[in-house]
């Protein structure tokens, strides 16, 4: 009986132990599968960064124009030394000095024609030219006192008439128009444009004498037209 009971004994231990064992391997499958699958693999997900976008390039400066320096003078608004561009015309610079006045007389100037560095625009005024040539007044007659003595041969002398010399009024040739300068005896249309074109690239005239730099005005020229003319 006892060695029975003692078979017994031990076969309820290996029983109690299988089944101990098998519970403590199922909880640790259960709980723990990595001690018998082994590490799973670790998938690591990048983010693919996006292609970097090209930017556009930065807008460059404009090159500035090169400017040239006039003076505008005249019938203008707001006389004095403008800047502008180096393909600036006449107009512009009218413009640019305020507009012409109401007196302007911007039809004798070339409002087309291109300025240089350095030059001078003068807006002329416009002036009221009468319709008839005003003509000098007649020479005066001064009458000679008769001779206190008289001698019987001899008429008594008769009074002498004597001309004092008298100028017309005289044109400035550095403000004058078209029409004003062709009133002049001897300057016809085309030496009238002559005047104007040679004023407006020179400048104007520094004294009546520099008329003979003018196409077509020589001394001769110059000597008749001295005493209606003048510049200032």
């Keep these: 009986m006892d060695i029975l009971e003692s078979q017994h004994r031990k076969i309820i231990i290996i ?22 699958l082994g590490e799973p693999d670790l998938v690591v997900e990048t983010e693919t960064a996006p292609p970097p976008t090209a930017s556009p390039p930065a807008p460059s400066a404009p090159t500035p ?8 003078t005249g019938a ?3 006389p004095g030394v403008y800047y502008l561009s180096t393909d600036a ?14 007196r302007a007389d911007v039809h004798s100037l070339n409002l087309a024609a291109k300025i240089r560095d350095g030059e001078q625009i003068r807006v002329p005024e416009i002036r009221q030219t009468p319709n008839v040539k005003q003509h000098p007044p007649a ?17 008594p002398q008769l009074p002498v008439e004597r001309s004092t010399p008298s100028d017309g009024p005289r044109i400035n040739i550095n403000t004058a128009t078209s029409q004003e300068l062709q009133s002049i005896r001897g300057i016809g249309p085309a030496m009238a444009r002559r005047i104007i074109e040679y004023r407006q690239t020179s400048g104007g005239f520094s004294t009546v004498d520099d008329l003979t730099n003018v196409k ?4 001769k020229t110059l000597e008749k037209l001295r005493g209606s003319v003048t510049a200032y």
């Design 139 to 155: 020479p005066k007659t001064i009458k000679e006192p008769a001779p206190t003595a008289t001698l019987p041969s001899v008429s």
């Design 76 to 78: 203008v608004r707001s």
């Design 89 to 102: 015309r006449v107009h512009e610079a009218i413009e640019k000095a305020g507009g012409k006045t109401n």
């Design 15 to 36: 029983l109690v132990a299988v089944i101990l064992a098998g519970g403590a391997y199922w909880m640790l499958k259960h709980f723990h599968p990595t001690l018998f």
């Design 65 to 72: 124009k090169p400017e040239i320096a006039i003076h505008v």
């Design 216 to 219: 077509g005005i020589g001394e």
